[in-house]
């Protein structure tokens, strides 16, 4: 029962493509999964589609199937079909618009039939940058279904992550516009939280850059991601065993001496357009490889611009943080300059005590008889104060003190 209730409690959400763009929703365990593959795949690569755990972004290229972890974009890519890992319930906005996209390509005329999403108003159009029309690049017709569907995850992931870096940059701008012109306590903490927010972000993307500038430059794991063309030369070389088999039977078969000189041709012509065949898929490969970078180059070329848009916004950040602290270096320099100065008044202040403290004393002095006595010594300890204050704002000044 134990058992039972763990598989129950590991039930997933899958959309499964199949090349023609007929799509399922399945709802299987981990283990169930393994056994409905045709081939096997690591426990490690399922693993790395599992929500729970927090793994780091990879594209991992495997003998039959591509896995992608990227984001929220947890999926399965063969030859024939395509797994993609729903988080919540069947219309998950994050995976829908994704289904819906690649079904499009596949299909044009099938999406209609999709009508219980467009329900749920999850257009694929609604935020979805196609960045084949931004940058000016057209795919060949005969695309592999594998880089359609790979092609499909990146751009989702791509948009997700522009996205969100458009809308912390919209944010932010406005935000730090404001507290340059008024600082005050409430928009300093949303500034830290704008900054915890970026730091997160940039993070993200950084770990999505460097996992497509690692396919790019590392040609061994391209090679692996072309499931179409290894599934090709398996069925060739299976055809090929059969057609060989065929010809070792007819062997035995006696052949007639005076039809041997006119067929010793045939080898040679049969030859030549083997190896005429040979040079035709070569240059396709080739062609493929470089439609596979030119796929994966589009997309570096999309994170760098998501990566420098939250770069310019960091650099925003320090440069809003900088004109801050001048203000408050100014303000608290003209506090600085404010207590030097009552502190000056204090002391010329302290002079009439002085004065009044030495007149207070009992003993006898001839201005206590003269009528303008009081009125000369006020004059004078007046004088004697306001040219103390004027050498010491004078001296201040001099010494360039605040």
């Not at 927010?197 to 690692?214: G, M, N, S, Y």
């Not at 590392?218 to 692996?224: R, V």
Request: charged share 25%; glycine share 4%.
């Amino acid at each position: 029962m134990a058992h039972l209730e763990g598989r129950v409690q590991g039930l997933r959400l899958w959309n499964r493509i199949y090349a023609s763009g007929k799509s399922e929703v399945i709802r299987e365990d981990k283990v169930t999964m393994m056994m409905m593959l045709k081939f096997d795949l690591p426990a490690h690569d399922f693993r790395l589609l599992d929500p729970s755990f927090a793994h780091p972004s990879t594209i991992l290229g495997r003998d039959k199937a591509i896995v992608v972890s990227l984001e929220h974009i947890r999926g399965i890519i063969t030859a024939d079909e395509v797994l993609f890992l729903n988080f919540h319930d069947p219309h998950d906005p994050l995976v829908c618009p994704l289904v819906l996209e690649l079904q499009r390509r596949l299909n044009p005329a099938g999406v209609s039939r999709a009508s219980r999403f467009e329900s749920a108003d999850l257009s694929p159009k609604r935020g979805w940058t196609n960045f084949r029309d931004k940058f000016g690049i057209t795919w060949p017709k005969n695309f592999p279904f594998e880089f359609k569907a790979l092609e499909v995850m990146l751009q989702a992931v791509c948009t997700h992550l522009d996205l969100q870096a458009a809308e912390l940059q919209r944010e932010g701008l406005s935000l730090l516009d404001e507290l340059a012109s008024k600082i005050s306590t409430s928009k300093l903490e949303r500034v830290r939280q704008l900054k915890s927010t970026l730091v997160a972000t940039t993070r993200r993307v950084q770990k999505v850059r460097d996992e497509i500038e690692q396919l790019v430059n590392d040609k061994g794991k391209l090679a692996e991601m072309y499931l179409t063309q290894k599934k090709q030369k398996m069925e060739s070389t299976s055809h090929g065993d059969q057609s060989l088999l065929g010809n070792r039977l007819s062997v035995s078969v006696p052949v007639s001496p005076v039809a041997s000189p006119r067929d010793g041709r045939k080898p040679e012509k049969s030859f030549s357009i083997e190896s005429r065949h040979e040079g035709i898929r070569s240059s396709e490969s080739v062609a493929k490889k470089i439609e596979l970078e030119m796929l994966l180059v589009t997309f570096l070329v999309v994170t760098d611009n998501t990566f420098n848009k939250l770069t310019s916004l960091k650099k925003y950040i320090e440069d809003t943080e900088y004109i801050i602290n001048i203000q408050l270096d100014s303000v608290r320099n003209k506090l600085i300059q404010f207590e030097l100065v009552m502190t000056t008044v204090s002391f010329v202040v302290s002079i009439f005590g002085m004065v009044a403290g030495i007149f207070g004393m009992n003993f006898p002095v001839q201005l206590y008889h003269s009528a303008d006595a009081f009125k000369w010594v006020l004059t004078v300890t007046g004088a004697i104060g306001i040219t103390i204050f004027l050498a010491l704002c004078w001296f201040l000044k001099y010494k360039r003190l605040p």
